[in-house]
């Protein structure tokens, strides 16, 4: 176990020192961390296998943008993972403020989402793929190249992510908000959130995307974790994790 806790220690030596985003780790009360972040909201889930990468970004009628722009957002370390504050031009006046931690009974990451004071129409757009199956030493970016013979099956607002050798399948579950519009996207058209989201799926590069209207006040959940017989989670659990 210690091997692979020093894994992820490596690689975002690594790329901290290449001047690469992905710079913190988030461990829960786990002894060996596996999810990685950056200072905007972006995570990847490393077992230490690449197991996929969440992007988010914020769509207001035919304009958007990825929540990285550094001048926009605050990040901060917290007891139990990482806040951050995002606010945008698109946010008119209002922040959107995302918490984030990874899960203690098992590998896994869960963030939580609040707008306040945001226009109406705003979407919040979320984005999961770029499982390899392979432990990488490069940054764990939602990257096309990741993204092959990645195959999702969706069920309302959760999904399961089948990827790696076809004889020895690794899974990943996934829960995000039921009022997102989920649709598969290609991976090759990332220029926008609005331009993956309406990539289509016809790709060799596929992932998941979703678009969520934000209301102000209310507060979503999204959570990718190994499943097991002590986490077996369904949305409404999301709050008390």
Partial sequence: ????????????????????????????????????????????????HMSGNLKLG????????????PQNIKA???????????TDPLLGKGTLTLRARALNATDGLLVEAEALGVPEGVKLLWAYGGACGKVIDAEPALAPEYCRNNVFSVEGGAFTLYFGEVMRLKIVQGLTPPESEICLSDARQQSSPLAFFQSGKKTDAPALTGALPLLNGQKYYFCVYVQSAKADYAYYMLPQL
């Avoid at 207001?60 to 722009?69: E, K």
Wanted: aromatic share 6%.
């Fill in 1 to 48: 176990m210690k091997a692979v806790s020093l894994s992820l220690a490596l690689l975002m030596a690594v790329l901290s020192a290449q001047g690469a985003p992905f710079g913190r780790a988030l461990s829960g009360s786990r002894e060996q961390p596996r999810v990685a972040s950056c200072d905007h909201p972006e995570f990847a889930l490393l077992l230490p």
């Fill in 58 to 69: 914020i769509i207001s009628d035919n304009r958007s943008a990825w929540l990285n722009n």
């Fill in 76 to 86: 901060a370390s917290t007891k139990n993972g990482v806040s951050y504050e995002v």
